[in-house]
């Protein structure tokens, strides 16, 4: 469902920017004028995401020789690429795109944005929620999930003794059917030629 949703932006935006550059040739500026301030937006463009790549680089060689994760800078990056991306493509509505991802004032909340809802979900699925600390401590998972949001790590699961959650009724009803089904083996003792020896 999100791949459909990705190749209908992909396909939108190239639209949106073939519509928007007709409107402005015809109504608000010449064809030769429209066409230099496409090209002026993309030579600006690539050099604010220059000079950015190189203010990155230098903040993640820092991190690195201090001992820490770039992962802010590394995702800095990505979005320099991308921005590097949509200010080549010829364009109004693809240079406004790339100069929101080149910025830093309007870079730096989409980097948090995206790491929030994308890289951090998914990494946290993928180490089974050793990322962010929400793993089991205990007991043992439902790997199949509830409605409540059950069988997730750190979603306040329902195991007997879960990471985030209490034991339920059905736990306890399980627990307790589980305590049933013990089996009392009495040993007797019988007679035999050697004496009394229990079997």
Avoid: C
């Avoid at 699925?125 to 199949?144: C, I, K, L, S």
């Avoid at 306040?156 to 009724?169: E, H, Q």
């Amino acid at each position: 469902m999100r791949v459909r949703y990705v190749l209908v932006a992909l396909l939108a935006i190239p639209l949106a920017d073939a519509a928007f550059l007709l409107w402005v040739a015809t109504n608000l500026l010449t064809a030769v004028q429209t066409v230099a301030l496409v090209v002026l937006t993309g030579l600006l463009g690539m050099l604010l995401v220059r000079a950015e790549g190189r203010h990155t680089l230098q903040a993640v060689q820092r991190k690195l020789a201090a001992g820490e994760a770039p992962t802010g800078e590394v995702l800095d990056g990505g979005l320099l690429i991308a921005a590097g991306a949509f200010l080549l493509t010829p364009g109004l509505v693809t240079d406004a795109i790339g100069f929101l991802l080149a910025i830093p004032p309007t870079r730096y909340p989409i980097r948090e944005l995206l790491r929030r809802y994308v890289v951090v979900p998914y990494v946290d699925a993928r180490m089974d929620g050793f990322a962010t600390g929400a793993v089991w401590t205990g007991g043992f998972p439902n790997p199949e999930g509830t409605a409540g949001g059950d069988g997730a790590a750190g979603g306040g699961a329902s195991g007997p003794t879960g990471f985030g959650g209490t034991a339920t009724a059905a736990d306890r009803d399980a627990s307790d059917s589980a305590d049933d089904d013990v089996v009392d083996v009495d040993f007797e003792e019988v007679d035999d030629e050697d004496g009394d020896r229990p079997r």
